[in-house]
Each structure stands twice: as C-alpha cells, then as structure tokens.
C-alpha cells in the first residue's frame, strides 16, 4: 500500500498553482446530464473523484473524451438510463448530484441510497423536501431511492431550513426544466454554486441570485451544451496557504480567486499570518510566532468547514489556547487525535476542539481519516521533527491532484513510497 512519508524542518518557497475545484467540478459534469450533446470542461482537476464521476455518467450512457489532463468532452446525447448503481454512489457519495439532473431531463431518477461517511451521516432529507415541493414523489427501498415526477415538475418556493450545499444544487437542477419560476429561499452561497448558475445560464438557462440566500429559477425547454472552465480550488488554495503559514515560509499559490477564502485569510490575519492577494492568487508569510484564535465553521460566506482540519493543525502551534467548533458535519475531529500522535495538545468537547499550542510536533506513522485531515496531517509533517508517514491516502487523492508532487516543487522533503501492507499474513 501507499503512504506519504515526509521528513519536517525543510524551508519552502515559490508559487504552486491550484486545480479547479473537485466541489464544482463533480456537480458540472453532473449538469452535462440537462444539455444533450458535447459539454466541453476545461480545468477539471484529475483526482479520483472526478474518475467516478465520469464512471457514473458512462454508466447512464454518457461518453466521456479526455482531451487533455484536464479538459472533459461529455457527450450526454445518448443517455438512456436514470439509475445511478450502488457501486458507484457508495464509492463516492456526490454521485447523488445526478439526482437532479436527472428528474430535470427524464422526470424520474433511481438513486442509490448513500451510506454515511466518516465525517457525519450525510443525511438528504433537503434535498427530498425541496424537491417535493416541485412536484416529485420518493419511495425507497432494498437501499434505492425511487423518485418520479409524473406529472412534470411544477416550480414554486422552497425555503431550506439550513442553506445545504448539495440540496441547493439537486434543487437547481431540477428547478431549470420545471414549468413556471422555482424560489430557493435560504439557499447555500458557496462559490462552487456560483460556477455552476454560470455554466447553466450559459447552456439557455435563467437564474438569477447565484452567491445570495435567495435564487431564482425560470423552467426552461430546452438546455444546450457548451464549453465551461471550472472556477480554481478554493479549498486546495488554502490549504497550501497553510503550508506556508505552518512553515512561516513564504509561497505564492495561484489559479484561484483571494475573495472565495474572505474568512479564511481574515482568521489567519487574527494569526499573525500575513497575505499580499492579487487577482488570481496570494502570497503567503508569517513573520512572528503563530498566535491562537477561535474559529467557527458556518456556511458560506463563514468559516468552510473543508479549512476546519488544516486551520486547525495551525492553531496547534499557536502561542495560546484555541477553540476551534465544527458547527457543519457531527464527526470532523478525527484528525485531531491522530495529530496528538505528533504531540499536539487537543481536547475534543462535542462540537469544539480545545486546542493548547506545542512548541512544535514530532514525526510518526498516522493514518489519514478522511481527504481534509489527510491534508492536514501532511501539513503537520512538514513542521514536524523526524519523518511522518500518512497512511490512508486514497482519502486525499480524491480531492488534491498530485498533492505530494506540488509541495515537493515547493521544497518538501515529501515522497509517496510502496509499503508492504502488513496485515498480509
Ligand atoms: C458539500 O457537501 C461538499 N462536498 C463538502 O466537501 C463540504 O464540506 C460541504 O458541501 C459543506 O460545504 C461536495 O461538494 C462534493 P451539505 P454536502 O449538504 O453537499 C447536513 C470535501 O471535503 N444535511 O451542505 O454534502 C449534512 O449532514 C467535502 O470536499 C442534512 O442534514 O454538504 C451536513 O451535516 C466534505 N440534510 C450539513 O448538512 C440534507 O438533506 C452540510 O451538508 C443535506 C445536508
């Protein structure tokens, strides 16, 4: 099996340019599924995630052109089949994506039902509700979810109780081919969501709001394809912005908008960690002593839950105490007890982490819980005294395209090696 196995104490520098982001790029390629015909996406990060994706759309029927590292050409024209298998969904749950493209095109969709995962239950109740009101009837059973619109769908106001990411998007993918104009009041705000309103309005679509609680959707005929690029990584950005902020050396890291990370460089700033941004990047440094903060996650534009582990990792060798509170996902501390191995100084009261800064971490063998903590060990790694191993990396090569290859173009002491797996007898 793979780990990353990373030697601390080595100085970092230069720039290092992010992919696009794997959070629209799975819901874009899911999107293809309104317009028959060729969508072109252009960078499109290749990391697994996206693999499935492309699996599941194969499985309805697409065909799938790699034109280039990160250019997809999706041809949706053939699609047949409404069912996303169990394989597939529980391989990658953000298949359900396909749910609302789905009904939008064919009226009906078979979803299997995802499990959980290892931050939380990853419940849809959101995105059930919302789309009843447009006029879709849900049964489920032997762990599929049947869902059918047999009278068209209708639009009308939804008003989500909390402003759900993936509920917005099914909800706005269906809305587009509804009869009439749909009202997601409440609706999620990040920057993903943004990319896909822009794609959608470009294949004919017209919604309206995108980046605000409150979008609208007027049901249109027909959708055509088209050639989109997706929005940089936001959340691959920062994490690398850690990694010059946990190193106190300075980096640049490019190919992303500084204003999808407001909170983020705010709270770092709060850290004494300092940026200078431009219009596709920032630059990095940290002068003095990394000092504590407390941090909130919340929908955007708050605190992105995804930066929770890595942000988290920092305040670890903070001057002070820290409380860090995961107001998002049930379970997304786990990390933090594999981060105690290097010595951190963590306590975790349900939803808050309290977290007394160390001196400094000592390398050993973790194992990644899941793709953001992953990241965040590696972070730590690189600070740490002696060689870290990061086990479990199948967890971050779903969401970092050639992660241990970036920071090593900046400097780390970083390599994936091939390790006996020792649980064969
Ligand atoms: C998306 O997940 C992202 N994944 C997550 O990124 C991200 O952490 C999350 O949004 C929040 O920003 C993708 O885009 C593929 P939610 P999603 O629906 O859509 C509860 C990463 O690391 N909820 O906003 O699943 C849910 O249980 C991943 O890249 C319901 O209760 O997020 C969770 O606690 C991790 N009922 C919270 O809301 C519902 O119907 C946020 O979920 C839907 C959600």
């Known amino acids: 099996m793979e780990i990353i196995r990373v030697e601390g104490g080595h100085h970092l520098g230069g720039s290092v340019e992010v992919a696009g982001a794997k959070n629209s790029a799975l819901k874009l390629m899911a999107a293809t599924l309104l317009a028959p015909g060729v969508t072109v996406l252009t960078n499109v990060p290749n990391i697994s995630d996206v693999h499935i994706m492309g699996k599941v759309l194969k499985h309805l029927g697409a065909k799938i052109e790699v034109r280039g590292v990160h250019e997809l050409a999706i041809d949706t024209s053939e699609v047949s089949s409404w069912e996303a298998p169990y394989e597939l969904v529980a391989k990658m749950r953000a298949s359900t994506a396909v749910m609302g493209p789905l009904i939008g095109r064919f009226g009906r969709a078979v979803i299997a039902m995802p499990g959980g ?81 822009r ?29 989109h690029r997706v929005v940089g990584d936001r959340i691959e950005a920062g994490t690398f912005l850690v990694a010059g902020a946990i190193t106190g050396d300075e980096l640049e890291v490019t190919g992303f908008a500084p204003s999808h990370l407001g909170m983020v460089l705010k709270k770092m700033e709060l850290m004494g960690v300092q940026f200078e941004t431009t219009g596709n990047g920032a630059r990095v440094r940290r002068p003095g002593k990394i000092l504590p903060t407390d941090i909130q996650t919340l929908p955007y534009p708050g605190f992105p839950t995804d930066m929770q582990a890595q942000v988290l990792a920092l305040t670890a060798l903070a001057q002070g105490s820290s409380v860090i ?15 105690g191995r290097m010595g951190a100084d963590i306590r975790i009261e349900g939803h808050h982490a309290l977290v007394r800064g160390v001196d400094g971490f000592s390398g050993a063998q973790v194992v990644s819980p899941d793709l953001r903590g992953g990241a965040a060990l590696v972070l730590a790694g690189l600070v740490a005294e002696g060689e870290t191993d990061v086990s479990a990396i199948h967890h971050i090569d779903r969401g970092y395209e050639n992660f241990v290859g970036k920071l090593r173009s900046l400097g780390a002491h970083i390599e994936r090696v091939d390790v006996a797996d020792d649980t064969d007898f």
């Open 325 to 339: 509170t995961e107001n998002i996902f049930e379970n997304r501390f786990m990390f933090a007890s594999e981060l």
């Open 199 to 227: 794609m959608l309005n470009e294949m004919g679509a017209k919604i309206s709001g995108a980046g605000t609680p409150v979008i609208e959707i007027q049901g249109v005929e027909e959708l055509y394809p088209v050639e």
């Open 117 to 197: 995962c290892n931050i939380g239950a990853r419940k849809m109740d959101l995105h059930f509700l919302g789309l009843e009101a447009l006029g879709v009837h849900f049964d489920n059973d032997h762990g599929y979810i049947y869902a059918e619109a047999a009278d068209g769908l209708v639009g009308t106001t939804v008003t989500l109780s909390f402003p759900s990411v993936g509920a917005t998007e099914n909800l706005i993918m269906a809305a587009v081919r509804a009869r009439g104009t749909t009202v997601i009041d409440n609706a999620a705000r990040e920057p993903e969501i943004v990319d896909l309103i």
